[in-house]
């Protein structure tokens, strides 16, 4: 399971990368993947990170429903909704996991960006196959 995730993300990744490596420079996107990777694996920006997404699930959480219940109903998705209190929350429905929602927040963001550091850096490991394979590409489509 683990290798299906590595290829399915490294995959994905090749896919998002490969224009950017058809119109880079030598060396622009390797400086460029070099600060967000170190970046991702800055423990004060990842703290920093931690903090705003605390700060905005607790944001998220606090959002009335009844808008997002109401707009569902105008477009004929909200019938099977359960009728709500006008005052529910997200929070409400989210059950009790959403009090422990910001603590899972605060532990697992600082580990998810150094995962997606290591990536980068992954990544950084393939640019001159990508670079090739944007040559290659360049090449075999049709002159503009």
């Given at each position: 399971?683990?290798?299906?995730?590595?290829?399915?993300?490294?995959?994905?990744?090749?896919?998002?990368?490969?224009?950017?490596?058809?119109?880079?420079?030598?060396?622009?996107?390797?400086?460029?993947?070099?600060?967000?990777?170190?970046?991702?694996?800055?423990?004060?920006?990842?703290?920093?990170?931690?903090?705003?997404?605390?700060?905005?699930?607790?944001?998220?959480?606090?959002?009335?429903?009844?808008?997002?219940?109401?707009?569902?109903?105008?477009?004929?998705?909200?019938?099977?909704?359960?009728?709500?209190?006008?005052?529910?929350?997200?929070?409400?429905?989210?059950?009790?996991?959403?009090?422990r929602l910001q603590a899972?927040?605060?532990?697992?963001?600082?580990?998810?960006?150094?995962?997606?550091?290591?990536?980068?850096?992954?990544?950084?490991?393939?640019?001159?196959?990508?670079?090739?394979?944007?040559?290659?590409?360049?090449?075999?489509?049709?002159?503009?």
């Amino acid at each position: 399971m683990q290798l299906r995730k590595l290829v399915l993300s490294s995959l994905g990744a090749t896919i998002l990368l490969a224009p950017a490596a058809a119109r880079a420079q030598e060396g622009e996107a390797d400086s460029g993947l070099d600060r967000l990777a170190s970046r991702l694996a800055d423990p004060r920006a990842q703290l920093a990170a931690s903090a705003a997404l605390v700060a905005m699930s607790e944001a998220l959480l606090q959002m009335r429903v009844e808008p997002f219940a109401n707009a569902a109903r105008q477009a004929g998705a909200g019938r099977s909704l359960p009728p709500l209190p006008r005052d529910a929350r997200l929070r409400d429905l989210a059950g009790p996991r959403a009090d422990r929602l910001q603590a899972e927040i605060a532990r697992e963001a600082p580990q998810a960006m150094g995962r997606a550091a290591a990536m980068v850096e992954a990544i950084q490991g393939m640019m001159p196959e990508l670079k090739a394979m944007a040559r290659r590409m360049k090449q075999a489509l049709p002159p503009e």
